[in-house]
Each structure stands twice: as structure tokens, then as C-alpha cells.
């Protein structure tokens, strides 16, 4: 098992579990005060450019599987 923690723009961290079988858990850690979690352009902070790219094809990659039918009632 492998553990990967990232820090975001905004405070709190985004962990990914990527499992001995190959299955992935996210997992979302925020101050208890904080309403969102976010990783930015450049003008807001843009700290992980390639986590932010990545986070970018994971949201085109859900919706298009969405509209695709997988998940009918997701999209």
C-alpha cells in the first residue's frame, strides 16, 4: 500500500491510498473551519500545477463517463 499526501492551496491536504490490489481511496483532511478545499490557478496560489491538471482530467474524465450512461443518475 502506498500513501500520498498533498497540501492544498487553502489549507488541509488531499490523500490518495493507492492499494496493494491496485484500488485507489481519496481522502479529503480539512480544519474542521474550512467550507472547501481547493488547489489554484497561478493567480490564487497555484502551488501544484500538475496536481491541479490532474484534478482537471479526473473532473473531464467523471463527466464524460456520466454522460456516457455508467452513472445515469450522476450526470
Same mark, same amino acid.
Given at each position: 500500500? +502506498? ?46 500545477? +500538475?496536481?491541479?491538471?490532474?484534478? +482537471? ?19
Amino acid at each position: 500500500m +502506498k500513501r500520498i499526501t498533498r497540501q492544498g492551496d487553502s489549507g488541509g491536504r488531499l490523500v490518495l491510498v493507492v492499494e496493494d490490489d491496485g484500488d485507489v481511496v481519496l481522502q479529503i483532511q480539512q480544519p474542521a473551519e474550512a467550507g472547501h478545499f481547493e488547489f489554484c490557478t497561478g493567480a490564487g496560489g497555484g502551488r501544484s500545477p +500538475k496536481v491541479l491538471r490532474a484534478l +482537471k482530467a479526473l473532473a473531464e474524465a467523471m463527466e464524460e463517463e456520466n454522460t456516457a450512461g455508467r452513472h445515469p443518475h450522476m450526470a
